[in-house]
């Protein structure tokens, strides 16, 4: 195994279990890729915080059973918190009758009900997508054909090819601010691109995915910060008899007359191996193979990578105390949510696309949308003795570049603009600031190794048969990581699949 972040773990453990001797090679210090629990801020070095992922989300509940892992998740209720600047605010949770009362009362009885109909609609897509996540991947129209109730099937196959905008266009909000709030907290997340680009629906129904008990369909906590989840998976890997290995960086995987002899590290050991799992992000299979990459392969890298550059800025704050919501001062539980800090104005929309076509043309924009995350009300553990909070600011839609500057040059202005953003919806915030760890793309690339800094690897644009494939036509070499299927997020399920294709081609399975 080259790579020991969930979805390497994942498959360390299933291939131990059925007897093969695994080696976990991971390069970094640390394991869990982008999933970990880190301690990243130096005027508050004992506060904890979840740097990369921070929910837990579209994981298989099944996948958890077969791994013998009982996660310490937390539910949040409420999870959405929508503060406006004319004293409004949306807050919703579990409970179906208090949500519609508030959709009724903001924004009408029509919007209400196209929320109700999204809503059943994305569980029943959720529904019968579910077993196809621990299978092999099949074209959008087999997929329809094979696991979707006849009435969903054109649905799914315009939802997957489509946009986001064009998909929620069809519930017939009035309210536009609703429809940018899932727009960008669904429709966003590690995408290349903006809700209106193709392919960006295949997104929106990823990150509705949730099917973890208790969750309701929101994503949830995880106590400990998300290192929890790859902690676990690594004791469940060790306990199977997998040997994991940090500071190893492999440089090449050595393939003599079409036979895999092992793999070769920076410091010039050859782990020896008959099989390599590859479970880091799919780029490192170039300087891995070399001239044995096989053209097909090297094409759909070249294709996946020139449409998943990474457009994502996470903002790592430590926070004295709990922010004071101008819309919402009292706690009714706000803290615990996906905040959304949408652009003000009554057109929300047009300003979130204007936003989006500045990244895309390598523009700072002045009012990105931005989801806000203070876990630390839910999960004590992200509290340090001092009473410190660790929050987040998650932002979608910057530019992978800067045109005409750099990130470096431009960082900390951006940063202060962000905070800008912050105030306006809870003035006093920037009186609470200790300490920031801001992770603009390239830093996205270099903390956690990813080429590119694609949160997600490959674009969630890219799906099921067009994504990585799990055996890469090298004998013996196989890859199965976010980039493959069925996506990029904290699932596991390519890790599952990569190692099921393992042993079926070894005849163990």
């Known amino acids: 195994m080259i790579g020991a972040g969930h979805n390497g773990l994942v498959a360390a453990t ?9 080696q976990v090679l991971e390069r970094d210090t640390v394991l869990g890729g982008a999933c970990r629990t880190e301690h990243p801020f130096s005027k508050a070095p004992a506060l904890a915080a979840s740097t990369g992922a921070y929910l837990l989300g579209p994981m298989p509940p099944e996948l958890l059973r077969i791994l013998d892992l009982d996660l310490p998740v937390v539910a949040r209720d409420p999870h959405y918190f929508l503060p406006m600047l004319d004293g409004r605010h949306l807050l919703l949770g579990a409970d179906p009758a208090a949500n519609r009362h508030q959709l009724v009362e903001l924004f009408g009885a029509a919007d209400a009900r196209a929320d109700e109909a999204l809503a059943a609609e994305l569980a029943a897509l959720r529904e019968d997508l579910a077993p196809a996540w621990l299978a092999d991947p099949m074209p959008v129209e087999e997929t329809a054909e094979r696991y979707l109730r006849p009435a969903l099937r054109g649905t799914f196959v315009e939802l997957i090819r489509g946009s986001a905008m064009e998909y929620l266009d069809r519930f017939g909000f009035g309210s536009p601010l609703l429809q940018a709030m899932y727009a960008v907290t669904d429709g966003m997340p590690g995408l290349t691109g903006s809700p209106w680009t193709p392919g960006s629906g295949h997104n929106l129904l990823v990150h509705n995915m949730c099917r973890l008990p208790g969750s309701g369909g929101a994503w949830m906590v995880v106590r400990g910060g998300m290192g929890t989840v790859t902690s676990m998976m690594a004791g469940a890997a060790t306990r199977a008899g997998a040997h994991i290995r940090t500071a190893v960086e492999a440089t090449a995987i050595d393939v003599q007359g079409g036979t895999v002899r092992g793999v070769v590290t920076a410091a010039g050991e050859l782990v020896p191996a008959e099989v390599v799992l590859v479970a880091t992000d799919p780029y490192r299979l170039r300087g891995l193979l070399g001239a044995r990459l096989p053209a097909d392969l090297a094409a759909t890298l070249d294709r996946c990578e020139r449409e998943s550059a990474g ?15 101008a819309a919402l001062p009292a706690d009714r539980g706000q803290h615990g949510t996906t905040v959304h800090l949408l652009p003000p104005g009554p057109d929300v929309l047009g300003a979130v696309r204007s936003a989006f076509d500045d990244a895309a043309a390598g523009r700072l924009p002045h009012t990105p949308p931005v989801e806000w995350y203070l876990h630390s009300t839910l999960d004590s553990s992200l509290r340090d003795a001092a009473g410190n909070h660790s929050s987040a600011l998650f932002v979608q839609g910057v530019p992978h570049e800067v045109a005409g500057s750099s990130w470096a040059a431009e960082k900390a202005g951006y940063v202060d603009r962000l905070l800008d953003i912050v105030e306006t919806f809870a003035p006093g915030t920037r009186e609470l600031l200790v300490d920031v760890q801001p992770l603009a793309p390239p830093d996205v690339a270099d903390h956690f190794g990813i080429t590119g800094g694609n ?9 099921f048969t067009d994504r990585v494939p799990y055996a890469t036509g090298v004998t013996g070499v196989y890859t199965g990581a976010a980039g493959s299927f069925p996506a990029g997020s904290v699932i596991g399920a390519a890790g599952h699949n990569a190692a099921r294709r393992v042993l079926a081609d070894l005849g163990t399975s």
């Open 14 to 22: 299933l291939l131990a279990r059925a007897g093969l001797a695994v």
């Open 311 to 325: 457009q994502t800025m996470k903002v790592n704050l430590a926070l004295a105390g709990l922010p004071r919501f």
């Open 455 to 463: 949160i997600f690897h490959v674009n969630n644009t890219i799906a």
